[in-house]
């Protein structure tokens, strides 16, 4: 039984230690459950995922995905036999929207983790030393920023060609400005506070104190952006899918579906709509959690 003992005594100082977190937790969860919208985008996002991970076991015609060709479907409206009925080749549209949910979702998380590393390590290090190191990280911000987002992506993909790969580099390069700003403000605050003047005093180094202590402060403002971008990193990746320059043929994107199936409208309909309601629900979906994760994450918010 000592061991057990052992470990219930370790819980308990645990909670001691940490009860103001753990109170700011629980109240940041009450603020999260009492706004709806919050509670709705949780669980879009929390379906997309499980779509995401699960489809290749349960999509009815995997072989339509890799760009298996049945004439003899061609454009057949839904049905039960096909839910969101099908595209200009026979291909199951359902299958191919199903898919694309797994193939956006890891397009946009590798997205935001470039643009994150490069952002956050970039404003870190403004902010922290400030001067000259400033000057120059920042100006270099300054000049991305000038640019349209899509707009750069679109000149990088053209330099270096079409393709997922080089769609994903295009949009992290164009995206870490806005991480690299926020991490920026918030160390130029934190750096003054007298837990830093206290670690430089005991000897910590500066990439300690950078990395250690004053980064797990900018947590918070970090992931409520990213929730919010990642919406719009998907709609960005479908975007340039289509205009031919995202995700190619035969592989199944939202954009690239969009794109295919506008020539079939008002009679084909569905060929654009499923995949265009799921591309605006993902949007949705995690722009609303990211106002929750913001009222979960900010002591300071109010119950709505």
Not at 142 to 164: K, N
Not at 193 to 208: I, M, Q
Not at 266 to 286: A, D, E, K, R
């Amino acid at each position: 039984m000592a061991p057990v003992s052992s470990t219930q005594g370790a819980l308990t100082r645990w909670r001691i230690e940490h009860a103001s977190q753990l109170n700011d937790l629980r109240r940041g969860i009450y603020r999260f459950t009492r706004n709806w919208l919050s509670v709705i985008g949780l669980l879009i996002v929390v379906v997309l995922v499980i779509i995401a991970i699960t489809a290749p076991g349960w999509v009815p015609y995997p072989d339509d995905i890799a760009g298996a060709v049945d004439p003899a479907n061609r454009m057949k409206p839904p049905s039960a036999e096909h839910v969101f009925g099908t595209d200009d080749y026979g291909r199951d549209v359902f299958s191919r929207t199903m898919w694309a949910t797994r193939t956006s979702l890891v397009v946009g998380i590798i997205i935001l983790v470039v643009a994150i590393s490069i952002g956050v390590v970039l404003g870190a290090l403004a902010g922290y030393f400030g001067g000259w190191v400033n000057q120059v990280i920042m100006r270099a911000t300054d000049i991305m920023l000038t640019f349209p987002g899509i707009f750069l992506a679109l000149a990088i993909s053209a330099v270096l060609g079409r393709g997922i790969e080089i769609a994903m580099l295009a949009l992290s390069i164009t995206w870490w400005p806005g991480y690299c700003r926020l991490v920026e403000a918030q160390m130029l605050k934190i750096r003054e506070e007298d837990f830093v003047a206290g670690a430089k005093a005991v000897g910590a180094s500066n990439l300690r104190i950078i990395f250690r202590h004053i980064l797990p402060n900018l947590l918070t403002g970090i992931i409520v952006k990213a929730s919010m971008d990642f919406g719009f990193a998907v709609l960005a990746i479908a975007s340039l899918s289509f205009i031919g320059v995202g995700v190619q043929p035969p592989d199944p994107d939202w954009g690239s579906m969009i794109s295919q199936g506008r020539r079939f409208i008002p009679s084909g309909w569905w060929y654009s709509t499923f995949p265009g309601l799921f591309m605006f629900v993902t949007v949705l979906g995690f722009n609303l959690l990211g106002d929750g994760l913001r009222d979960l994450l900010d002591p300071n918010a109010t119950v709505r």
